[in-house]
């Protein structure tokens, strides 16, 4: 019947399972380790203070400073999370506590599908919409020149971006909330919003970090949409109506072109180095806040 | 003998299903009443109608009065919060709120407006003393409830339910989940304390029910077959379905 007997196929079975295991536990330091060592002949040459913390990106002449790519990921990404996190945490607290049942049957889809949609459409989109809302009505509003292109669009874009991925995990958190919970609480004489208030968000406080952290990883790493509207200028923004440049977008616009200059090459798989090193740097931070916050 | 809470014709849909039907039933005031009846006839829904915990399900269509202090709850108008903190509640497994030890009886002391750190101190270390939880738990006030084991778990809930000031307490099989000399305390603490209290105890333990119980109320199917006083009901049932019921058919 079978080639092996039962022990061998269990050995074989165990030896498949602890390989794939190995490979999955070591992917992310094989990565890094690629990285780094694509990235030397630019680290050979300046410290890693030099690189993170000038502003001067002259290829040609052989200066590499990342802080403007770094500020731009920054603050679009934080801004992103700034937008997306209260409302995907009052919708998910509204379909799932106060809305009909019948609502959260129709989110649901809505939500799969927006997740769906390519970000090349969210960056026309964005283009299209947002990058003139800002220039005649947001910017003037508060007094800016501005062309639209900017942090803000990007910010704005990337959050739409977000909201179904931070929204899903967030429902699922408070749906997994059970229901006796909710009654014991209740028959303290709580009103509901008490509730939601003083127990359900307590108790859900992990799974919210880890949404939002999970939004953060992903808002740092997007290319596409953001690089569309964000302005692409190399310079360190100033206000949120300045465009900006962002690391993925350095990777996306340069990579492939630019041989002929010495340790260009290099510089972009230190940005590629620098987006592992904090999505890896989140990552570990919201692990840090679930355990601390788990303990209820 | 005071009637303190007055059930008429309650019924209750799930759909088309007919969970309970036409229940009339009269609990006595200061008494333990115990609820019986085999599994999915519906003691629990009963309970739950009783501080309308029955509204977090939509899917349910109650219909018919409950009367507490002659006060139908269900009338439109009816404080619900503050009919649901004149109950304590202690369902089959313990859900402590996701806060310290200390703070699950303060923060039900605040909704019932209990203000002042002193004073709260003091009424939480009486909670805990009356729930025979205080030896334990004293040294660990600032941990999260969550780490303490279930019996002990149910104390504290038990303790809560006490700290809201309730007149009536409902407990659905409380002692399900737990080790015998938990259960042993949470059925003496009820005896203990019936002269203050209105208390209805769901159980499927018949042993537990002659212990405990002052009157029965037993449920087949969604109706009550029969009610009455505890000694009546197991030396003397009138009907057939109690009968076979208490010779231990169902099981
Ligand atoms: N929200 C609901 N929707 C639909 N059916 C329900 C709902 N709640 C209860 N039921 C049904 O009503 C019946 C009675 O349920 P209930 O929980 O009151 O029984 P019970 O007597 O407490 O049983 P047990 O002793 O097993 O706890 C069951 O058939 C159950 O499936
Ligand atoms: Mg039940």
């Known amino acids: 019947m079978y080639l092996l007997n039962r022990h061998q196929r269990h050995v074989v079975n165990y030896s498949w399972m602890l390989f794939s295991l190995l490979i999955i536990a070591f992917l992310p330091f094989m990565l890094f380790g690629g990285l780094y060592f694509k990235s030397f002949l630019l680290l050979k040459t300046h410290t890693l203070k030099d690189l993170v913390f000038s502003h001067s990106w002259h290829p040609s002449r052989g200066e590499f400073g990342f802080y403007p790519f770094i500020v731009g990921s920054v603050w679009v990404t934080l801004l992103a999370i700034f937008i997306s996190t209260p409302i995907c945490l009052l919708t998910a607290i509204n379909v799932t506590q106060y809305a009909k049942k019948r609502f959260l049957r129709i989110m649901h889809p809505v939500i799969d599908i927006l997740a769906g949609i390519p970000s090349v459409v969210y960056g026309v989109w964005g283009i299209l919409v947002i990058v003139p809302f800002i220039s005649r009505y947001l910017g003037p509003w508060f007094g800016v020149q501005t062309m639209g292109y900017s942090i803000l669009a990007g910010a704005f874009v990337l959050s739409i971006m977000i909201i179904p991925f931070i929204l899903n995990i967030m429902i699922e958190i408070f749906r997994a909330i059970p229901t006796e919970l909710k009654e014991a609480t209740l028959s303290l004489g709580t009103t509901k919003w008490q509730m939601v208030k003083h127990v359900l968000l307590r108790k859900a406080l992990p799974g919210i970090i880890a949404s939002v952290g999970f939004g953060l990883a992903r808002a740092f790493g997007e290319t596409m949409a953001v690089l569309m509207v964000v302005g692409n200028v190399i310079k360190v923004p100033h206000s949120v109506f300045d465009p900006g440049y962002t690391l993925p977008a350095l990777i996306a616009n340069n990579y492939g072109e630019v041989l002929s200059i010495p340790q260009y090459d290099s510089a972009l798989m230190f940005a590629a180095l620098i987006l592992l090193a904090v999505s890896l740097f989140f990552n570990l931070l919201m692990h840090f806040f679930i355990a601390r916050y788990n303990k209820y | ?251």
């Open chain 2, 1 to 251: 003998m005071e009637t303190a809470i007055r059930i008429k014709d309650l019924n209750v849909f799930a759909g088309k299903t007919q969970i309970l039907n036409d229940i009339n039933v009269e609990i006595p005031k200061n008494e333990i009443t115990v609820i019986l009846g085999p599994s999915g006839c519906g003691k629990t829904t009963l309970l739950k109608c009783m501080n309308r915990l029955t509204d977090l399900y939509p899917e349910l269509k109650v219909s018919g009065e409950i009367l507490i202090n002659d006060k139908n709850i269900f009338a439109p108008g009816a404080d619900i919060s503050k009919l649901r903190q004149s109950m304590g509640l202690l369902s089959q497994r313990p859900y402590p709120l996701p806060m310290t030890i200390y703070n699950n009886i303060a923060y039900a002391l605040k909704l019932r407006g209990v203000r002042g750190r002193r004073k709260l101190h003091l009424l939480v270390m009486d909670y805990l003393k009356q729930a025979n939880l205080y030896e334990e738990v004293r040294q660990r006030l600032r941990e999260p409830a969550s780490r303490l084991s279930i019996g002990q778990q149910q104390r504290l809930c038990l303790a809560r339910g006490l700290a809201v000031n309730p007149d009536i307490i409902l407990a659905d099989e409380p002692t399900s989940a737990l080790d015998p000399i938990s259960s042993r305390f949470i059925d003496e603490k009820f005896q203990e304390i019936k002269p203050h209290f209105t208390i209805v105890v769901v159980t499927h333990v018949l042993r537990q029910a002659r212990r405990i119980a002052d009157n029965v109320i037993f449920m087949y199917m969604g109706e009550v077959v029969e009610q009455g006083p505890a000694k009546e009901f197991f030396e003397n049932p009138r009907e057939e379905k109690t009968k076979s019921y208490l010779e231990g058919m169902f099981n």
